[in-house]
């Protein structure tokens, strides 16, 4: 199984930038397609983007189409998410996560930890 490690997350201001990314280790990267989640406080967890095995395809969440963008470097086995003009409500903790067939909502086998993203207004 993959493990997966995302980092990038932080405190930001409304129309910042982030970009977050997600290390896999312990499998061959490009076997799984990858996927974005975030939580927010008193919420489920949502599906954000995903991207198939090669970066060729890619899905989002209505609200962050435009906004986000998710792609992946299979050489360095990260996937990333960089996060534009971010609102007070995309404040969450994100997840990635890897699956092996492509359905970008789910289900998926193997999820990171977590990082946090706060943005202020």
């Known amino acids: 199984q993959v493990q997966l490690v995302e980092s990038g997350g932080g405190l930001v201001q409304a129309g910042a930038s982030l970009r977050l990314s997600c290390t896999a280790s312990?499998?061959?990267?490009?076997?799984?397609?990858m996927g974005w989640f975030r939580q927010a406080p008193g919420k489920d967890r949502v599906f954000v983007a995903a991207?198939?095995?090669?970066?060729?395809?890619?899905h989002y969440e209505d609200s962050v189409k435009g906004r986000f963008t998710i792609s992946r470097d299979n050489a360095k086995n990260t996937v990333y998410l960089q996060m534009d003009s971010l609102k007070p409500e995309d404040t969450a903790v994100y997840y990635c996560a890897a699956q092996l067939s492509y359905s970008p909502r789910g289900p998926y086998e193997n999820w990171g930890q977590g990082t946090q993203v706060t943005v202020s207004s």
């Open positions: 312990g499998d061959t990267f490009s076997r799984y397609c």
């Open positions: 991207t198939t095995w090669s970066g060729g395809g890619t």
